[in-house]
């Protein structure tokens, strides 16, 4: 089959677009490429099946004509988009950044697009989000929540769309979760701390109601009284969020408190703090480790290139997308899905911001 001639060309023999000021159509791309309607249908969803020849005459069609995918109409015949979305807590921490690379990295070898959404901590905002994707019917949402018992989250499962919770575990095992053993990175970080010889660390990082920042200073505690240390030599200096800022704030409260009760060393509950931190630390005069060793969470890429490289915790933070991602397609396209709630293992990075291992 040929172009069909009747159809009409400029003078160059490009098809042109109507002159009505629509859009090109699917029946345009068949009268220009001379074929019927399922074939072009076909090109756009079953390529395959169709020869090689009339599926390149059907894509020159498309490209002369400028033709664009109605891909709302393919939505509505198909129940569901071409994309999965990440709802994430903290767009400006490069640890949600990098989680949602490694969700990306999943989707592309799905073919399918990642629409990336920041709650910024704000549950109304959060619950915004999730109704606006729900709407756009995308194939999957994943989350990492303000708060994992909020009820805006099981409602996203009794509408249809899979889910999985990022960077929190699911405790009642109704959906998907992946996430890090915290309370096993706080007993790490601590350790470490005690294993330098420090009597007095303070725990940095807040808000409470943040329950990875819970679960990190639960870890601290625990190992500190196995140690058979004092309760009040493990002190507890809250933040109002997981920022630079927060961690310069934190270190001026604790140059301010008195010589006999300042802690050596310092547990961050996050790497932005431990950096704001360090800032502090560096422009007080204080050496780092001998004056006060930092440790922080979550191991970014800023955190070993830091003035003083940062001792950190590390997360496996593009594994936690990927798994994740490979999660709610599993529930989107698998009939016998079986939730699973993925832990994984937290290691120390020891670096100069702690010091030499002691002989």
Known sequence: MRFNPSFKRGSNGVAQQPRNGRAPSVKDVAAAAGVSLGTVSNVLNRPAVVSTATRERVERAMAELGFIRNESARQLRAGTSRALAYVMLDGGNPFFQDVAEGIESAADAADLSLFVCNSGGRPERESKHLDRLVQQRVQGILITPVDPDAPHLLDIARRGVPFVMVDRLSSAGEHCSVAVDDILGGRIAVEHLI?????????????????????????????????????????????????????????????????????????????????????????????????????????????????????SVRQPRQELGR???????????????????????????ARASTGAPRR
Request: hydrophobic share 45%; aromatic share 6%.
């Open 195 to 311: 294993d330098r010889g420090h009597e007095r660390v303070a725990f940095i990082g807040g808000p409470s109601s943040i329950g990875q920042v819970r679960e990190r200073y639960q870890g601290a505690r625990e190992v500190w009284e196995e140690f058979g240390k004092p309760a009040d030599d493990l002190i507890h200096l809250p933040t109002e969020a997981l920022t630079v800022s927060e961690g310069r704030s934190a270190g001026e409260r604790l140059a301010g408190l008195p010589s006999r009760r300042r802690p050596t060393a310092a547990f961050c509950a996050n790497d932005l703090l431990a950096l704001g931190l360090l800032q502090h630390a560096v422009t007080a005069g204080l050496r780092v480790p001998d004056d006060l060793a930092i440790v922080g969470f979550d191991d970014i890429d800023f955190a070993a290139a830091a003035a003083v490289p940062l001792t």
């Open 323 to 349: 798994t994740a991602a490979r999660l709610v397609l599993d529930e989107a396209t698998n009939p016998d899905h079986v939730h699973e709630q993925a832990t994984f293992v937290p290691a120390l990075v």
